[in-house]
């Protein structure tokens, strides 16, 4: 029998009404939704400095107004990590929820991931795996909420309890961490943030509907959606998902090391995309853990530069702001020129660009007064046309993330089952995964630092069932050393264009550092470019990367190559390092770069 496994949020503020899309749109045994993010544990404490009973996502709390009794109509479990800081407050207000609308709705949760922090941070969180879900799913309850899990524990835990795996069938457990990191974003495995848009009708993409893992027992899987829904399920939008924030062939996690070097996409039918072939390796000893603080106070202004003299204009500006910092400067000053402009434009708007001024500092006075009195003071004292998009505020807190490790035996991982029952969940502890045989290619004058995290581990599996439209073909142990390239196209004419005419690109942040997953679509295209996109080249298309570690990882299985980019985030998403903070056009940047491509493929 095959468990079905939709989702209905990939972020905390994610659509609303997609909880009711998805229990009443067609069959599913689990509704996940994820809502937990860096940025979200940052705000989630500002919450709780506030609010002590805070510290959850609300906006779960209002969808299960309607969700409980929806779900309890069709027999539905919900699973969330909507819990956030504060797992037990919210499954405390479930329970006075389903009171009120006179269901039995059992609730359970799972905690034990907020661990002691120090001065000046405010959430530190380990990030668990699926164990404690499942624990409480098999004592009944139907509704579970969490703290801070890996997105694909969301799928491994139902899994888990499922098909009553154990926690050594690792090959099972890493076809559900794939699964499950599929799942995890919601939309942008159905169409969403799609690279090849264009390749298809425009309406396809206008409302996406929310992606659903059939599971089978061995460890494979089915990614479609329900029927008459938006957007589209073919093995390119499952790829662009699958290179969203991971790495190398090696994707560890709590559960398990799932193997992305193994993994194999067929496309099953129309909106379904088999999962197989997934081998696992053991979880590593450690669990990662977000420590979430502020970092100081930051504020900002865009000055509006039209018609000629941009250059100039900004200068002027740029000195004047300067010398009237000079006595009181903020410990970080940057200016970012926007060339937004064009000759003879027929709009203002077209006509103008922008000058984007950001200070950072650890007290608030050298960002506040200081910053909009020097700015304000201007308006009629500095360059032709004068003005900025918006009044300058009064500075903000910004926040950082940052990663540690810990031993995954001194994690209290705790299942509160619906009858207030408390059980410890063990640590899954195995001999450490082997190192890898295959070193990536290092930038080649930086060292490469380590990971700076460990990725989410994922969801299990499910029924003895073969996909039906597929049956599981017996597949070879795949080669797990250095991937081989495959020979690369002869010699031909070719042409200068963007990278984008021939490959797809998916970009996401973890903490400080990005990630661009780059894949094409046929044998061809992908004999250039895994010649082609060498690390040195992505650094002379993407200037900004200069002075930071960039690292390539080939993932042949999948025609694809991922590169991390170390550092490029500053502090993380919410430090708003950079005009893009959390790197997502970063992919789409590099597509529209030229180069020198065979015309055999245009």
């Known amino acids: 029998m095959v468990l079905r496994i939709g989702n209905a949020s990939g972020f905390y503020g994610d659509r609303f009404d997609a909880v009711r899309e998805m229990l009443t749109g067609g069959e599913l045994d689990v509704l996940t939704g994820d809502y937990l993010a860096e940025l979200t544990m940052l705000i989630l404490g500002r919450d709780q400095l506030k609010d002590p009973t805070a510290g959850y996502a609300k906006t779960f709390l209002r969808q299960m107004e309607e969700g409980l009794g929806l779900a309890h109509e069709r027999g539905v479990r919900v699973v969330a990590n909507a819990g956030g800081l504060n797992p037990a407050g919210l499954a405390d207000a479930l329970r006075g929820l389903a009171a009120k609308l006179g269901l039995p709705t059992r609730i359970a949760h799972v905690e034990g991931d907020r661990l002691p922090a120090e001065d000046g941070v405010l959430a530190a969180n380990a990030y668990l795996g699926g164990a404690g879900i499942a624990a409480c799913l098999a004592a009944g309850a139907d509704v579970v909420v969490t703290g801070r899990v890996t997105d694909a524990a969301l799928v491994t835990g139902p899994a888990q309890w499922h098909f009553g795996w154990g926690p050594e069938e690792y090959d099972r457990l890493a076809g559900a961490v794939v699964a499950g990191h599929v799942l995890e974003c919601g939309t942008q495995a159905t169409g969403g943030n799609y690279a090849f848009f264009r390749d298809h009708d425009p309406a396809v993409f206008r409302r996406p509907g929310f992606p659903v893992a059939e599971l089978h027992a061995d460890g494979s899987a089915v990614i479609t959606k329900h029927p008459g829904t938006g957007g589209l399920v073919d093995v390119g939008t499952v790829t662009a998902q699958l290179l969203y924030e991971t790495a190398g062939a090696r994707y560890p996690g709590p559960d398990v090391t799932a193997r992305l070097d193994t993994v194999r996409l067929t496309q099953a039918g129309p909106d379904r995309v088999r999962i197989d072939g997934v081998r696992g390796e053991a979880p ?29 204009k900004a200068q002027l500006v740029r000195d004047q702001i300067e010398d009237a910092l000079a006595t009181a400067r903020p410990r970080e000053v940057r200016w970012e020129l926007a060339r937004t402009d064009r000759p003879d434009a027929p709009t203002e708007e077209t006509a103008s660009a922008l000058l984007r001024l950001v200070v950072r500092d650890p007290g608030p006075e050298a960002v506040g007064r200081a910053l909009t009195g020097a700015a304000i003071e201007l308006a009629l004292a500095s ?58 290619e290092p930038t080649p004058e930086l060292p490469v630092p380590a990971p700076a995290h460990t990725p989410d581990p994922a969801p299990v599996s499910a029924p003895e069932l073969p996909a039906p439209e597929l049956p599981a073909p017996e597949l070879p142990a795949p080669d797990l050393s250095t991937p081989e390239l495959p020979d690369p196209l002869p010699e031909g004419p070719v042409r200068r264009v963007p990278l984008g005419r021939v490959a797809g690109a998916r970009s996401g942040d973890k903490g400080g550092d990005a990630n661009i997953g780059v894949w094409v679509r046929t044998d061809e295209e992908w004999r250039w470019l895994a010649h082609a996109l060498t690390v040195d080249k992505v650094r002379e298309l993407l200037p900004e990367t200069a002075g930071l570690a960039v690292t390539r990882h080939v993932l042949p299985r999948l025609r694809a190559l991922n590169f991390t980019v170390a550092g490029i985030l500053g502090e993380g998403v919410a430090s708003q390092a950079r005009f893009d903070p959390q790197a997502k056009a970063l992919g789409e940047w590099l597509r529209s770069r030229e180069l020198d491509v065979p015309e055999e493929l245009l």
């Open 284 to 312: 590593p000893p450690t669990l990662k853990v977000g420590l979430s603080r502020l970092g100081g106070f930051r504020n900002e202004v865009v000055f509006v530069l039209t018609g000629l003299d941009i250059e100039a």
């Open 383 to 440: 360059y032709p046309g004068f003005h900025v998009t918006a009044p300058p505020g009064r500075g903000a807190p910004y926040g950082v993330f940052e990663t540690a490790y810990v031993p995954a035996s001194e994690v209290p991982h705790t299942a509160v089952l619906p009858d207030g029952t408390r059980v410890p969940v063990p640590a899954h502890t195995p001999e450490p995964a082997p190192v890898p045989t295959h070193t990536p």
